[in-house]
């Protein structure tokens, strides 16, 4: 039997064959890049990589290498077509992005809504982003702001798009789909819940919970340790606080802020009863124009890929080629599409940079209705 040494010498005499083969095969990819500049041509070829995969695959003997044969190529034509993005990058063939760049937001001459009452996390989301000078009012659900931005009633919204404890706030995430409305910015709440009741409620003789759902969940614990309280959503904190003020009934309370307590004139009961103690919701502002500061440095997209094995993997590489720190991703199911799912993406950016946009012209050829969220 051969050494492990021989064996290795072996190895690396086949490895200098495959690197100077790869050397020349990204040479011609280069020159594919030329023609395909030239001729208008895009990059991704779906139908030309899925017949090089099925053929190497028919060239190898065993089922293991086929696998294996096939990995490698992929990940070879992954590799070919970031250069050749590159290429068109740099010869300014990436084209422009719909985005327009602007110095700051014109906030004085503006209407700010959110979602629920005087009182709601979202009010005090939004003087902390906006100031306590700005001129703003409120509707009933988050889908009624995304419409007021749309329709131009409003010219921001400021809506929770993430907690700490209880996760992403799905159904904005949706409407961020569903709407032609762009994140312009974001601002970090510290949320502490309080249980608070008329003036003589006692906490151990309450039945009823009044809250917002993301308020219940967020409050999972405290809601277990007290099995008497029935929980009971309701569109907002601070509509929950004036329903106890409407209700009359020492035997109820509601899950909101110290600050919709003392609005409604309600005792607090019990401080601090969300589970985790650094509890904050992450708010993002909304607008109907495609518009980014220009010291922005997140970017936030979604996609939908095809459902086959190693897609999102190969997407993935977008970034990684771009030297791009992605941030955070989700999935929601596609209505309509049972078991098929559409990723939200943040990554670190502006849509000025090269690599952004480099990276976005890749996303966007090889994805399936990719959409630019803002960038904030
Ligand atoms: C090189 C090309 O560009 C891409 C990369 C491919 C490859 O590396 O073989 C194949 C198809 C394209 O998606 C090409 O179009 O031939």
Redesign the pocket.
Known sequence: MASLEELRGELDCLDEQIIALFEKRMEV?SL?ADYKIENGRK???RA??QE?LLKAASRVEHAYNKKGVQELFTL??SV??KL?YQKLSACGTTGRLPFIEVKELDVKNSRIVFQGVEGAYSEAALKQYFGDEVNSYHVRTWKDAMDAIEDGAADFAVLPIENSSAGAVNEVYDLLVEYENYIVGETVLPVSHVLAGLKGSKEDEITRVYSHPQGLMQCEKYLYDHPAMEKISVPNTAVAARKIVEEQDVHHAAICSAYAASLYGLEILREQVNDNRHNSTRFIIVTNQKIFLEHADKISICFELPHESGSLYQIMSHFIYNDLNMTKIESRPIEDRPWEYRFFVDFEGNLADGGVKNAIRGLREETKSMKILGNY
């Open positions: 990819c594919v990059v991704y070829d030309r990589e090089k070879l034509m070919s077509r050749q």
